[in-house]
């Protein structure tokens, strides 16, 4: 198993008055990815950034931009996240009318798209679009607030996506969401996640570059033990 592991630590647990140099620190700290979450107290009860900020932010790095979207409705904050900078896209189904022409309109601007689950979605929500997705964000918390406690079923799915996708022999990573940490990572590599997005257990830590190391190098353990 020659999976490499991606970590996009989440900037809602940055310090918003200084997001370009928080981003310039995980960049030098070794993540792959700026996880960058977008909420519109409707979708979910709390109110984040826009595209405005996304704009802001892109000239201070050159990691990829990965928009988490929890808002509803959808497809007008895709055209302006493509304009404001995003590389990647990611929505969650039950709050687009038209999924598959929400991640054809990701698609057409020349971005990675994805669908985000939320703890309590099923995998059949992939049916139809999962062929068409870059990435598979699957929520280990309830989206609206970072910090919450990792919730084990994400596991299973995790795991049972995971088969699905290598049975069908398709290129789409598996991103988690939600409460991951150097302590539940390799159990996450090894139930085959690609991107691991971590918030508090980053921003929290006094060594921040650590935590990341701590993070991959334990999710890196886990890979190739998925029968364990
Ligand atoms: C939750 C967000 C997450 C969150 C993760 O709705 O989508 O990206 O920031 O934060 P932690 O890692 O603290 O759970
Ligand atoms: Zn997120």
Same mark, same amino acid.
């Given at each position: 198993?020659?999976?490499?592991? !991606?970590? $996009?630590?989440?900037?809602?647990?940055?310090?918003?008055?200084?997001?370009? !140099?928080?981003?310039? /620190?995980?960049?030098?700290?070794?993540?792959?990815?700026?996880?960058?979450?977008?909420?519109?107290? &409707?979708?979910? +009860?709390?109110?984040?950034?826009?595209?405005?900020?996304?704009?802001?932010? !892109?000239? =201070?790095?050159?990691?990829?931009?990965?928009? &988490?979207?929890?808002?509803?409705?959808?497809?007008?904050?895709?055209?302006?996240?493509?304009?404001?900078?995003?590389?990647?896209?990611?929505? =969650?189904?039950?709050?687009?009318? &038209?999924? &598959?022409?929400?991640?054809?309109?990701?698609?057409?601007? @020349?971005?990675? #798209?994805?669908?985000?689950?939320?703890?309590?979605?099923?995998?059949?929500?992939?049916? =139809?679009?999962?062929?068409?997705?870059?990435?598979?964000?699957?929520?280990?918390?309830?989206?609206?607030?970072? @910090?919450?406690?990792?919730?084990?079923?994400?596991?299973?799915?995790?795991?049972?996506? !995971?088969?699905?996708?290598?049975?069908?022999?398709?290129? *789409? #990573?598996?991103?988690?969401?939600?409460? *991951?940490? +150097? /302590?539940?990572?390799?159990?996450?590599?090894?139930?085959?996640?690609?991107?691991?997005?971590?918030?508090?257990?980053?921003?929290?830590?006094?060594?921040? /570059?650590?935590?990341?190391?701590?993070?991959?190098?334990?999710?890196?353990?886990?890979? @190739?033990?998925? $029968?364990?």
């Amino acid at each position: 198993m020659t999976r490499a592991i !991606r970590i $996009a630590p989440s900037l809602l647990s940055a310090d918003f008055a200084f997001l370009g !140099r928080d981003a310039q /620190a995980m960049a030098e700290g070794g993540a792959d990815i700026l996880h960058f979450d977008v909420m519109d107290n &409707h979708y979910v +009860p709390n109110l984040t950034v826009g595209p405005l900020v996304c704009a802001a932010l !892109r000239p =201070h790095t050159t990691l990829p931009i990965d928009v &988490h979207l929890m808002t509803r409705p959808v497809d007008p904050l895709i055209e302006s996240f493509a304009e404001a900078g995003a590389d990647m896209i990611t929505f =969650h189904p039950e709050a687009s009318d &038209h999924v &598959h022409r929400s991640v054809q309109m990701i698609r057409k601007r @020349g971005l990675k #798209a994805g669908v985000a689950l939320n703890p309590a979605s099923p995998l059949s929500l992939l049916d =139809h679009i999962l062929e068409d997705l870059d990435m598979v964000l699957i929520m280990s918390v309830n989206p609206g607030f970072g @910090g919450q406690s990792f919730i084990p079923s994400a596991l299973p799915k995790i795991a049972a996506l !995971r088969k699905r996708i290598d049975d069908a022999g398709l290129p *789409v #990573a598996i991103e988690v969401d939600g409460g *991951v940490n +150097p /302590a539940n990572a390799r159990a996450l590599g090894a139930a085959g996640a690609d991107i691991l997005v971590a918030g508090s257990a980053i921003f929290g830590a006094s060594d921040r /570059a650590k935590a990341i190391a701590s993070i991959r190098g334990a999710a890196e353990s886990g890979l @190739g033990q998925e $029968a364990a």
